[in-house]
């Protein structure tokens, strides 16, 4: 709990925003749904900036993609039509797997989950396929891909207001494949996202959960499939080389020896779902 909270700030727009976050960086914090705040011991933060009447609840289909709003919560994305169109569903999957109380979902934002992701976020890991942006306001005004978001230094404070896919060709299929139990988040999860051309890979994309700070894409494993047929031996060949890439962290219920085991198994998994997408599909 916020031991030292003093006060809560609701603002009306993005700039009164900004200007209440300028305050004080080191004692003010954002809110939004409020669920990973309640759990999290904090004797520093006095004021909260609770976002929620700024209008950032949406989810807009346009010809470059989708944007949604960082105030989205888990369970509209689960239930979106137009989320679930896109790459087989992957993201509304990763969605419900936030979290396994619908309640909970049905508070629960995108941007809350985004800014806290950690080693084992599969919402962070499908977005990493699906290579989406995350826009920021600030200072300045700028979109951030995905698999720098987490890492990049210096970003001087800002909000995260949107989330951007980018549309994909009718060829493309995606699949994530977790392993866990209904009783806990998954203890490792893998993504792949594959468009086909004339019979080949393209913009092959693979990433899995459990690394060190936040899921990572496994580039080498990517390059095993461009421009190749999606066959048993070339899965074998990328699902190796993923189990080769991978370095796991150990932590409850699943310790590094064991996410590095199951990773060639989940890899494989998801290209084989990719490819039994692309029969249906194709």
């Known amino acids: 709990m916020l031991s030292n909270l003093k006060g809560i700030f609701r603002p009306r727009s993005i700039p009164e925003a900004l200007a209440l976050l300028e305050k004080n960086s080191g004692s003010i914090l954002v809110m939004a749904g409020g669920t990973k705040l309640v759990k999290s011991p904090n004797d520093i933060v006095q004021e909260l900036v609770d976002i929620k009447d700024l209008g950032l609840d949406y989810i807009k289909e346009e010809s470059g993609g989708i944007r949604l709003g960082a105030t989205i919560t888990l369970q509209k994305l689960v239930e979106s039509p137009i989320v679930n169109e896109v790459a087989n569903g992957v993201l509304s999957k990763a969605a419900g797997m936030c979290n396994r109380s619908r309640m909970i979902r049905n508070v629960s934002t995108l941007g809350g989950e985004l800014v806290t992701a950690g080693p084992l976020s599969v919402l962070y890991c499908a977005l990493l396929i699906l290579q989406a942006q995350i826009r920021i306001v600030g ?20 909000l995260l207001v949107e989330t951007l896919i980018p549309a994909f060709k009718e060829t493309t299929v995606a699949a994530l494949v977790p392993i866990g139990t209904e009783s806990t988040d998954a203890l490792a999860c893998a993504g792949a996202r594959v468009t ?28 095993v499939l461009e421009g190749k047929p999606l066959t048993g031996p070339n899965i074998e060949a990328a699902a190796e080389t993923a189990h080769q890439l991978y370095r796991p962290i150990s932590a409850p219920l699943a310790s590094e020896e064991y996410r590095k085991e199951v990773s060639r198994s989940l890899v494989k998994k998801a290209l084989v779902q990719c490819l039994e997408s692309a029969e249906d599909q194709l």
């Open 139 to 158: 200072g300045e005004e700028f979109a951030l891909p995905i698999n720098i978001f987490l890492n990049k230094k210096g970003l001087g404070g800002g």
């Open 196 to 223: 086909f051309q004339k019979g080949s890979c393209q913009n092959v994309k693979i990433a899995i959960t459990g690394c060190e700070k936040i899921p990572q894409r496994l580039h080498e494993a990517e390059v």
